[in-house]
């Protein structure tokens, strides 16, 4: 599914078709005209990161600090070698690397632990 964008220049409208968001959020070197879009594309890719690992997390049973740690470790890695290497955005355009990472995190974190304690406590405890 695409999106119209109506253009006027001299009076005449010129209809611009761009790709949809999960189109370019898959592909490789997307171009992000609206940054709002692209920051939301990490914030619910993050949350969705963050439900994943936390089943994981409870199906192994993973506890304590090495799960807490494995996981930032793989939310934040996974987000910048996103952003980096698979769309080659300018981070500078977005207030840089750093507002990326954190763009979800604490949202991705309370999901994460809402999700690995319930797998984890369903599987392991009467």
Not at 11 to 22: D, L, N, R
Not at 39 to 55: E, F, K, P, S, T
Not at 101 to 106: A, I, Q
Request: charged content about 20%; overall charge negative; hydrophobic content about 50%.
């Amino acid at each position: 599914m695409s999106k119209a964008r109506v253009h006027e220049k001299n009076g005449t409208a010129a209809v611009k078709q761009t790709e949809s968001v999960w189109v370019r959020a898959f592909t490789s070197n997307s171009e992000w005209p609206d940054k709002e879009e692209f920051l939301d594309v990490i914030y619910w890719g993050r949350q969705a990161l963050g439900i994943v690992i936390g089943l994981l997390w409870g199906l192994i049973p993973l506890r304590g600090f090495i799960g807490l740690f494995l996981f930032v470790l793989i939310n934040a890695g996974l987000i910048y070698i996103y952003f980096t290497n698979f769309q080659n955005i300018d981070e500078e355009e977005y207030g840089g690397a750093w507002e990326i990472t954190k763009e979800g995190f604490m949202t991705s974190f309370a999901g994460f632990l809402v999700t690995w304690i319930i797998i984890y406590s369903g599987l392991n405890f009467d």
